[in-house]
């Protein structure tokens, strides 16, 4: 068959299992959403306030359902207000499809009207990209990109399309009609089983999992950092099983949140800058330290010579970029991770004894005043709103861990890691390597589309919402239930945190003592607004706002706190992660 260009490119997106895409249209791709609306009932497109928040609702989409998102953007501004949802999509190691327009293939490198190289720009933010300027090679093209973007450790792509390109017609075979996504990918044609071959390779060799099992059998105190790359991998159950196994505490990164139980026995919490006293006392005193989908950020490590510094370092990941990169490692394992854990556990005693003792649990227990004297208070505590928040939304739902929570970046992302037990994997979203403030309210929306099912709660803080405000239109127009809660302290608070500690409280420009009013804003937008200023107005206020999501209607709290409440622990920068400040 003989399709345009733009109808190839929904054909093939729908072959792809795409039934969701969030984009803005404009005039380079006018083709692709003139099909979008000729296809509308096989696809759904989500109009979005900007384009970045279409990169970030991807993103969201694709870290709170396991598949790939895609995002559509015109060329020139378009295409480079997409760059930084690829760019922290990248950071975070998160499948994306970005789809730009743009100007006619003759106009190309004449400075064009809206035209820039986003190949050239996009270049350091993905895993690879392709400039279209054969409608014949249109299909393989968007197949070889949902490979790409998923495989080994997954990562956005882009595909940019002239103009002339949706509108030129090409042939069109789509693939046998197979339900499940992956085994799609099974029968493409010689050129994609090498490409596919090459991603799935196997990585890990036997000598690498005995030495695992040799280190691990002979660590008096094991201790595991668990990242982001156990979520991708979906190892979670393995995690679980291996550390059992080994009877070792187990840290998480801030993208690992979710990816072990927080309320098991094991498990000591947040690692690193922000992290628990229990977890920066583990790795300081292990003499193993197993390193599993994590990749020793400097969020992490902070004095890199003294962290873990009496520990071997066994490190377990699919990307064999990552092995020495920042801490050099005693052993590796390479390859998906839930793989490489079974077959480690498998070659291991079937309890492997340590010498912890009750260190941990003593640890646990050393936790900063605020954590603990956190109710019955003038002003309300951050661990109040999110516990409260979560166990409303859980009453919604009807199931413990039916939650998803979704963060902007500052002091609520940190509280929110510290206080929300995200009870499974994919429970909990935010920017953490590229620490994007903006991205909350497009990947929450996001995140509602990929999982209808689930109640999902942006914390956000006044900082970042004025970033992403506008989308709340996006919230109104689909009747999205999602229910913000914006703490409100009228400063840029981790940024004035530091200026207290560390810069004798010059606070140069971290006061936001302006408008607008976001109860106001939210009522502009279609959203149910309300604000409190103690437990029992916030009480009322989430009773209320919960009334209006069973109603499929978004809602809005904000929540008065005051401006210099700090998130505790800290580890000033540069120290050894065990010298925090509480």
């Not at 300027?133 to 790409?148: G, H, K, Q, T, W």
């Not at 990585?203 to 005995?210: R, S």
């Not at 668990?226 to 190892?235: F, M, N, Q, R």
């Amino acid at each position: 068959m003989r399709y345009t260009g733009a109808r190839i490119l929904i054909e093939a997106l729908i072959e792809q299992g795409v039934d969701t895409v969030f984009g803005y249209p404009g005039g380079s791709v006018l083709f692709i959403y003139d099909e979008l609306y000729r296809q509308r009932g096989r696809i759904r497109h989500i109009l979005v306030s900007h384009e970045q928040h279409a990169a970030h609702a991807a993103d969201g989409y694709a870290r709170a359902s396991g598949k790939t998102g895609v995002c559509i953007a015109t060329s020139g501004p378009g295409a480079t207000n997409l760059v930084t949802g690829i760019a922290a999509a990248m950071m975070d190691s998160s499948p994306l499809v970005a789809i730009t327009g743009n100007v006619s293939t003759p106009l190309l490198g004449k400075d064009s009207f809206q035209e820039v190289d986003i190949a050239g720009v996009t270049m350091p933010v993905v895993k690879h990209n392709w400039i279209v300027e054969d409608v014949n090679e249109l299909a393989e093209i968007v197949r070889s990109a949902f490979i790409v973007a998923k495989s080994g450790r997954p990562g956005p792509v882009l595909i940019d399309i002239p103009k002339d390109v949706t509108a030129q017609k090409g042939e069109w075979s789509g693939l046998p009609h197979i339900a499940n996504v992956n085994d799609k990918q099974a029968v493409l044609g010689a050129r994609y089983h090498r490409l596919e071959a090459k991603n799935k390779r196997k990585l890990w060799n036997k000598a690498d999992v005995e030495q695992a099992a040799a280190l691990i059998t002979h660590a008096e105190r094991p201790a595991i950092y668990a990242g982001g790359g156990v979520v991708i991998s979906e190892a979670s159950e393995e995690l679980v099983k291996f550390a059992e196994c080994i009877n070792a505490p187990v840290a998480l990164s801030l993208m690992g949140i979710g990816a072990f139980p927080q309320e098991h026995p094991l498990c000591t919490g947040l690692l690193g800058m922000h992290g628990t006293i229990a977890s920066n006392k583990v790795v300081q005193n292990a003499n193993l330290l197993i390193a599993v989908g994590a990749r020793f950020s400097d969020r992490v490590t902070s004095d890199i010579g003294t962290f873990a510094e009496n520990a071997n370092v066994l490190h377990f990941d699919i990307d064999p970029a990552e092995i020495n990169k920042n801490i050099a490692a005693n052993g590796r394992v390479i390859g998906d991770i839930k793989e490489t854990l079974a077959l480690t556990r498998a070659a291991l005693p079937e309890i492997v004894k340590n010498r912890w003792e009750d260190a941990i649990e003593t640890w646990k227990q050393e936790k900063p005043a605020s954590h603990q004297e956190y109710r019955n208070r003038e002003i309300l505590h951050p661990r109040f709103v999110i516990e409260e928040t979560e166990t409303c939304l859980e009453r919604i739902g009807g199931m413990r861990g039916n939650v998803v929570a979704v963060t902007d970046v500052g002091q609520h992302q940190m509280w929110t890691a510290q206080f929300f037990k995200a009870g499974a994997p994919r429970s909990f979203i935010t920017s953490g390597g590229l620490g994007a403030m903006g991205f909350g309210l497009g990947a929450a929306v996001g995140a509602k589309m990929a999982c209808m099912d689930k109640s999902v709660v942006l914390f956000t803080g006044d900082g970042s919402f004025r970033m992403n405000c506008g989308e709340m239109a996006t919230l109104s127009a689909y009747s999205l239930p999602i229910l913000i809660v914006v703490f409100n302290n009228h400063v840029l608070g981790m940024v004035r945190q530091w200026q207290t500690l560390f810069y004798e409280g010059r606070y140069s420009e971290t006061t936001l003592e302006r408008p607008p009013d976001f109860v106001k804003l939210a009522d502009a937008y279609g959203v149910a607004g309300f604000r409190a200023e103690t437990e029992a107005e916030f009480l009322n206020a989430l009773e209320k706002a919960c009334t209006e999501l069973c109603k499929s209607k978004p809602a809005l709290i904000e929540v008065v706190i005051d401006r210099d409440e700090k998130v505790l622990p800290m580890v000033p920068g540069g120290k050894p992660i065990h010298e925090q400040l509480l």
